[in-house]
């Protein structure tokens, strides 16, 4: 063990304990292999000097000058929060990606032959079972080319889908119902024109109008589906319903749109909001889940977008934030009333979000 200056700290090189805030919180975990970015990360907090595994920086001062820094990958949690269980992240990673291989597999020959239900419940039971390892905030998929765009928005409304019929209290046997509903409720744009489905520019009338049915195609490709109940083919077919009526494909309202599309309603402009697309960059989920919650009034189930917003903004204090200006801070007070709005300490500097409603959350570095 070495404590080495800030000033002379190197990519690639390995905490040997655990590296703090001034206010106490942990900013990062003892193991880590530091980054570029988690060197600005110290710096922004001003930490003068770290504890360094010798043998690491013995190896490195000594080594291969063209060494490659180690790179840690996108995980459900983001890099700075090393959880010392590499393994366990790699693994819901690895299911991730086949589950995306599966889906696309799925969606390219449902014409032709039978939705695979039975393969995509056992892929989906594996990639549930490690749900402790999905955080709707923070997950971000290790490879994402914009024309997979509709997999992985499938996938992580199954998985979100899923969580939310937990929260909410629909009972277990719903659970996974519910994922199937926000993995199939988009299957219908395998029949949209793909000049439509992925065009970059705004769509013309008659391009919205055939966008739209892509909810009565979903319903059609699953009503003679099998180990799937009514629910996840009426979630295909009314997830853009509104609960005032001004919804398609049907204009119901709120007393006659399913659970399980409700919930899938949700979700579905949650991660369609917060993926790249090809006409639409990702935006900050927490801006997203604000816009939710003003949608919410006469336009959303306003319960469900409270549990939502509720359990996914559980922040505690000492968790690490970069904010929309680039700044690196820690949350130090959560007013339950707003959120996604807390304190956030800055270089000692408290910032009000509620009062400052031109800065927001970008992402969670570390919690």
């Not at 990519?11 to 919180?25: A, E, F, Q, Y």
């Not at 919804?247 to 006659?256: A, F, I, N, T, V």
Request: glycine letters at 6%; aromatic letters at 8%; proline letters at 4%.
């Amino acid at each position: 063990m070495a404590s080495v200056s800030i000033t002379e700290i190197k990519p690639g090189l390995k905490l040997s304990k655990d590296v703090h805030t001034p206010l106490g919180g942990l900013l990062l975990q003892k193991g880590t292999v530091l980054l570029p970015r988690d060197l600005e990360i110290l710096r922004a907090f001003m930490v003068q000097s770290v504890e360094i595994d010798k043998g690491e920086q013995e190896t490195k001062k000594s080594g291969d000058s063209k060494a490659v820094v180690p790179q840690r990958s996108a995980s459900p949690v983001q890099s700075g929060r090393d959880s010392g269980n590499t393994a366990q992240r790699s693994s819901f990673q690895d299911e991730y990606d086949r589950m995306i291989q599966l889906v696309k597999s799925t969606y390219t020959s449902v014409i032709a032959v039978e939705v695979p239900i039975y393969e995509l419940r056992s892929q989906l039971e594996v990639l549930i079972s490690q749900m402790k390892d999905y955080n709707l905030l923070t997950f971000s998929p290790r490879t994402m080319s914009e024309y997979d765009y509709i997999y992985h928005h499938a996938v992580l409304c199954a998985l979100s889908s899923y969580q939310l019929a937990r929260w909410i209290g629909l009972q277990q046997k719903d659970w996974m119902q519910a994922a199937f509903a926000g993995l199939l409720h988009d299957i219908g744009n395998i029949k949209i024109d793909p000049s439509v489905l992925y065009k970059p520019h705004p769509l013309t009338a008659a391009e919205v109008e055939e966008m739209r049915r892509h909810t009565t195609y979903g319903y059609q490709l699953l009503k003679n589906v099998t180990a799937i109940n009514e629910g996840v083919r009426l979630a295909a077919l009314q997830h853009h319903e509104k609960v005032d009526g001004s919804g398609y494909p049907l204009r119901l309202d709120g007393g006659k749109i399913h659970i399980y599309a409700k919930i899938v309603g949700i979700v579905d402009i949650f991660h369609a909001m917060t993926l790249n697309r090809i006409y639409q960059k990702a935006q900050s989920p927490y801006l997203v889940l604000e816009q939710i919650h003003s949608e919410a009034f006469g336009k959303l189930d306003p319960g469900i977008v409270q549990t939502l917003i509720s359990k996914v903004t559980e922040f505690h204090n000492g968790t690490i934030v970069r904010l929309s200006n680039d700044q690196i801070g820690e949350i130090v007070f959560t007013d339950r009333n707003h959120p996604t709005r807390p304190m956030v300490s800055v270089n000692g500097q408290i910032i009000n979000l509620v009062q400052q409603r031109q800065l927001f959350i970008n992402e969670i570095i570390s919690s």
